[in-house]
């Protein structure tokens, strides 16, 4: 049976939140129609192995399809790729896709992020970038042969590309504009204890520099006026969201979709999930906007269940995320900015401990380097809104 008086569920994103949202549906018991929209040819697909296997291994980009094709089509789900969402209109309850519009009862935006470019590039000759599955194809293409590979960003993203180049025996120049690298995810002070990974590993990182403008033939100027010769350049610099389609339908952006605590984006059965998604987090009591696979798959299964149900539960987690990294596992869970850091086991700077934050006296984040228990127990902790003392306490019966 519907729900809610609910027909027509249309998924505005066919990556791994427009999936869950979907299968989740399906699980709640919504017999009604979903269309699942996607502006790329491919089918849900892991985007974490791209950076962590495709470019590693050599692992077949098509072999990271989250589901076969026969699965969508067992579920009901009809499946419109490479078919972009070009406008909403809220009041007339339509998703535009150029000169066609698919009425919906519900919507739910998953449209989520798009790689930040770097400036004064000509068209054709840009640096790559990894954010789509045609990304990796062609960034595995083009790591083939080549001596030196210039990394621009030090981030999870591009410290991932420049491990998977190391490994396969390419000489890595990693350039970053903050003077500790990943000190906006980690802190200055765990990203400092993390400063020696890429040297550890024979790749070169280059601090407080960045490009200017492309020199001559394959030679790049940088911000400290020096001349850089490579091959290739990646570029690792952040993403925005995916949000140019929605600019004349009165939904308020910002950075990304504006949502309320259940993910609401206002008008009636509108919702917003994932990267593009904006909401006040109540484990944390703050706005944010996470880029992280784990989120973006459990606000879609939130989501659907607030749909079926009829429900405005307010979406509470802890926005885990793990990196892989010269084969040492990253995982960071909670909130840093702002936070005091202690280092509660082990040691951060031999990739083998386990760092908490602390805002007064509650535990809000975790990283834990080559310690994945903990690094799940952690945010099992930080999710059931432990004080800082009781953590202590539990981390004691750990060992």
């Known amino acids: 049976m519907t729900s809610n008086g609910l027909r027509r569920v249309v998924i505005a994103g066919a990556g791994i939140a427009g999936l869950r949202t979907a299968e989740t549906l399906r699980r709640e018991g919504f017999d009604g129609s979903i269309t699942l929209v996607g502006n790329e040819p491919h089918p849900a697909y892991d985007r974490p192995a791209l950076s962590k296997e495709v470019l590693r291994s050599g692992r077949d980009p098509k072999e990271t399809y989250l589901r076969p094709l026969g699965k969508y089509e067992n579920l009901g789900i009809d499946l419109l790729l490479g078919r972009p969402a070009t406008g909403l209109d809220v009041e007339r309850r339509r998703v535009l896709l150029g ?26 000759g840009e640096p790559l970038v ?25 981030g999870f993203i591009g410290s991932e ?27 200055p002070e765990m990203g400092a204890a993390l400063m020696n990974l890429h040297r550890d590993h024979g790749t070169e990182l280059r601090l407080g520099v960045t490009i200017v403008g492309p020199g001559e033939s394959r030679s790049l100027r940088l911000s400290d006026g020096t001349v850089l010769e490579t091959d290739l350049v990646v570029a690792g610099i952040g993403v925005v969201p995916e949000t140019g389609w ?23 059965g509108v919702y917003a999930v994932g990267d593009v998604a904006n909401w006040p987090n109540p484990l944390f009591g703050a706005r944010m906007r996470v880029e992280h696979w784990t ?5 879609a299964a939130a989501v659907a269940r607030n749909l079926v149900r009829g429900t405005a539960e307010p979406f509470r987690r802890a926005n885990y995320v793990w990196s892989d990294q010269y084969s ?38 975790a990283l834990a380097v080559g310690r994945p228990h903990a690094g799940l127990k952690s945010a099992a902790l930080i999710e059931a809104g432990t004080s800082w003392d009781e953590a202590l306490a539990e981390l004691a019966s750990w060992t």
Do not use: K, M
């Open 99 to 124: 000169d066609e519009d698919l009425p919906f009862d519900a919507l739910v935006i998953a449209t989520g992020v798009a790689p930040r470019r770097l400036p004064g590039w000509e068209p054709g």
């Open 130 to 154: 990894l954010r789509s599955l045609d990304d990796a194809v062609r960034l595995q293409s083009a790591l083939t042969g080549i001596r030196h590979l210039t990394v621009v960003g030090a």
């Open 161 to 187: 590309v420049a491990a998977a180049a190391r490994e396969r025996g390419i000489e890595v120049t990693v350039l970053e504009l903050e003077r500790t690298p990943l000190a906006r995810s980690l802190g």
């Open 246 to 268: 929605l600019r004349d339908s009165g939904l308020a952006l910002g950075d990304g979709v504006i949502c309320d605590a259940a993910l609401s984006a206002g008008p009636p």
């Open 295 to 299: 989120n973006a798959s459990q606000q």
């Open 328 to 365: 040492v596992r990253i995982q960071l869970t909670g909130v840093t900015a702002g936070a005091d850091v202690e280092q509660v086991a082990g040691d951060i700077a031999e990739r083998d401990g386990l760092a908490w934050y602390r805002s007064g006296d509650r535990l809000v984040g």
